[in-house]
């Protein structure tokens, strides 16, 4: 079964300091998320999302 991602999320330690590290990176422009907890991301091609809470999985520490 071949099928394509539709969307993609980023789990982050604090998702402020991620806004700042993925738009500065690529470029993207990010909404308050549904829950107020996070960030809905707007990419030239793929949307995403990005979370708080993963404190291993921040690239920018």
Known sequence: MASEPTF??????????????YGALFGWTFEPGPTGHGFAITTDGLPGGIHGGDEAAAPYH
Do not use: I, K, M, S
């Open 8 to 21: 993609f999320e980023l789990g982050v330690a604090d998702p402020g300091r991620g806004r700042t590290f």
